[in-house]
Protein backbone atom coordinates (compact mmCIF):
# COMPACT_ATOMS: atom_id res chain seq x y z
CA UNK A 1 0.00 0.00 0.00
CA UNK A 2 0.83 3.42 -0.31
CA UNK A 3 -0.52 6.44 1.02
CA UNK A 4 -0.03 9.23 -1.66
CA UNK A 5 2.13 12.62 -0.37
CA UNK A 6 -0.44 15.31 -0.57
CA UNK A 7 1.88 17.93 1.59
CA UNK A 8 5.09 18.18 3.42
CA UNK A 9 3.44 16.13 6.63
CA UNK A 10 2.10 13.19 4.74
CA UNK A 11 5.74 13.03 2.83
CA UNK A 12 7.42 12.64 5.62
CA UNK A 13 5.27 10.56 7.19
CA UNK A 14 5.76 8.21 4.05
CA UNK A 15 9.28 8.67 4.55
CA UNK A 16 9.19 7.30 7.76
CA UNK A 17 6.83 4.85 7.66
CA UNK A 18 9.74 3.48 4.91
CA UNK A 19 12.60 3.64 7.00
CA UNK A 20 10.63 1.57 9.80
CA UNK A 21 10.47 -1.58 7.67
CA UNK A 22 13.09 -4.63 7.92
CA UNK A 23 15.79 -3.98 5.22
CA UNK A 24 14.74 -7.79 4.83
CA UNK A 25 11.33 -6.89 3.19
CA UNK A 26 10.59 -6.10 -0.35
CA UNK A 27 8.32 -3.50 -0.61
CA UNK A 28 5.46 -3.22 -3.22
CA UNK A 29 3.79 0.31 -2.83
CA UNK A 30 0.00 0.41 -4.85
CA UNK A 31 -1.83 2.62 -3.62
CA UNK A 32 -4.81 1.86 -6.35
CA UNK A 33 -4.42 -1.36 -8.04
CA UNK A 34 -3.88 -3.97 -4.86
CA UNK A 35 -5.50 -6.63 -6.33
CA UNK A 36 -2.90 -6.75 -9.66
CA UNK A 37 0.06 -5.92 -7.13
CA UNK A 38 -1.06 -9.23 -4.59
CA UNK A 39 -1.59 -11.04 -7.82
CA UNK A 40 2.35 -10.27 -9.04
CA UNK A 41 3.67 -11.36 -5.85
CA UNK A 42 5.15 -14.77 -5.59
CA UNK A 43 2.28 -16.97 -4.66
CA UNK A 44 4.35 -19.01 -1.55
CA UNK A 45 5.91 -15.53 -0.15
CA UNK A 46 4.18 -13.87 2.86
CA UNK A 47 2.42 -10.96 2.25
CA UNK A 48 1.44 -8.09 4.44
CA UNK A 49 -0.94 -5.81 3.21
CA UNK A 50 -0.84 -2.59 5.03
CA UNK A 51 -3.29 -1.31 5.13
CA UNK A 52 -6.82 -1.24 3.83
CA UNK A 53 -7.87 2.33 5.09
CA UNK A 54 -5.56 3.85 3.17
CA UNK A 55 -6.42 1.99 -0.10
CA UNK A 56 -10.22 3.18 0.21
CA UNK A 57 -9.21 7.03 1.07
CA UNK A 58 -6.87 6.32 -2.12
CA UNK A 59 -9.93 4.62 -4.11
CA UNK A 60 -12.31 7.42 -3.40
CA UNK A 61 -9.84 10.60 -3.91
CA UNK A 62 -9.67 8.61 -7.51
CA UNK A 63 -13.24 8.46 -8.16
CA UNK A 64 -14.53 4.66 -6.96
CA UNK A 65 -17.75 4.53 -5.36
CA UNK A 66 -19.78 1.76 -3.40
CA UNK A 67 -20.64 -0.82 -6.21
CA UNK A 68 -16.76 -0.18 -7.56
CA UNK A 69 -14.84 -0.74 -4.26
CA UNK A 70 -17.08 -4.10 -3.20
CA UNK A 71 -16.05 -5.31 -6.59
CA UNK A 72 -12.35 -4.60 -6.15
CA UNK A 73 -12.40 -5.98 -2.24
CA UNK A 74 -14.45 -9.09 -3.68
CA UNK A 75 -11.52 -9.49 -6.18
CA UNK A 76 -9.12 -8.98 -3.37
CA UNK A 77 -10.32 -11.68 -1.04
CA UNK A 78 -10.95 -13.90 -4.13
CA UNK A 79 -6.75 -13.63 -4.72
CA UNK A 80 -5.51 -14.03 -1.27
CA UNK A 81 -8.09 -17.08 -0.86
CA UNK A 82 -6.09 -19.05 -3.42
CA UNK A 83 -2.50 -18.05 -2.35
CA UNK A 84 -0.58 -20.71 -1.18
CA UNK A 85 1.70 -17.96 0.92
CA UNK A 86 0.14 -16.56 4.14
CA UNK A 87 -1.77 -12.81 3.89
CA UNK A 88 -1.66 -10.84 6.98
CA UNK A 89 -4.02 -7.62 6.21
CA UNK A 90 -4.39 -4.81 7.96
CA UNK A 91 -7.48 -2.77 8.20
CA UNK A 92 -8.42 0.36 10.82
CA UNK A 93 -12.00 -0.12 12.62
CA UNK A 94 -13.43 3.49 12.33
CA UNK A 95 -17.16 2.93 12.69
CA UNK A 96 -16.59 2.80 16.70
CA UNK A 97 -16.61 6.31 17.37
CA UNK A 98 -19.80 9.46 16.24
CA UNK A 99 -21.24 9.72 13.12
CA UNK A 100 -19.14 12.41 10.53
CA UNK A 101 -20.51 15.52 10.19
CA UNK A 102 -20.02 15.45 6.81
CA UNK A 103 -20.98 12.91 3.83
CA UNK A 104 -17.68 12.41 2.53
CA UNK A 105 -16.47 10.97 6.09
CA UNK A 106 -19.73 9.09 6.25
CA UNK A 107 -19.43 7.24 3.08
CA UNK A 108 -15.45 6.62 4.07
CA UNK A 109 -16.84 5.26 7.23
CA UNK A 110 -19.37 2.89 5.62
CA UNK A 111 -17.22 1.56 2.71
CA UNK A 112 -14.59 1.22 4.98
CA UNK A 113 -16.80 -1.03 7.21
CA UNK A 114 -18.16 -2.86 4.02
CA UNK A 115 -14.75 -3.68 3.28
CA UNK A 116 -13.90 -4.88 6.89
CA UNK A 117 -16.54 -7.32 7.22
CA UNK A 118 -15.83 -8.67 3.64
CA UNK A 119 -12.42 -9.49 4.41
CA UNK A 120 -13.64 -10.79 7.73
CA UNK A 121 -16.25 -12.89 6.17
CA UNK A 122 -14.12 -14.29 3.04
CA UNK A 123 -10.33 -14.68 4.80
CA UNK A 124 -9.39 -17.79 7.28
CA UNK A 125 -9.32 -15.15 10.55
CA UNK A 126 -10.09 -11.53 11.90
CA UNK A 127 -8.31 -10.40 14.22
CA UNK A 128 -9.23 -7.15 16.28
CA UNK A 129 -5.82 -5.56 17.66
CA UNK A 130 -6.74 -2.97 20.36
CA UNK A 131 -3.64 -2.16 22.96
CA UNK A 132 -1.43 -4.54 21.75
CA UNK A 133 -3.97 -7.31 22.68
CA UNK A 134 -5.68 -9.52 20.22
CA UNK A 135 -9.21 -10.48 20.34
CA UNK A 136 -10.32 -13.11 17.71
CA UNK A 137 -13.74 -12.13 15.73
CA UNK A 138 -16.26 -14.73 15.58
CA UNK A 139 -19.07 -15.33 13.20
CA UNK A 140 -22.02 -14.44 15.10
CA UNK A 141 -23.91 -17.27 13.10
CA UNK A 142 -21.93 -19.73 14.93
CA UNK A 143 -22.40 -17.96 18.17
CA UNK A 144 -26.56 -18.50 17.20
CA UNK A 145 -26.44 -21.27 16.04
CA UNK A 146 -24.42 -22.75 19.82
CA UNK A 147 -28.15 -20.86 21.49
CA UNK A 148 -31.05 -23.17 19.74
Known amino acids: ?3 VAVDDEMEARIERHRAERPASF ?3 EAPHDLVAAVEDIDD ?42 NTVVVSNEVGMGIVPMNAMAREFRDLQGRANAALARGLDAAILMVA ?9 AELWSDLR
Open 132 to 140: GRALELTDP
Open 26 to 28: MTV
Open 44 to 85: AAIVIVDCITVWISNRMVDGAGQEQLDAEIAALVAVIAKRSG
Open 1 to 3: MSG
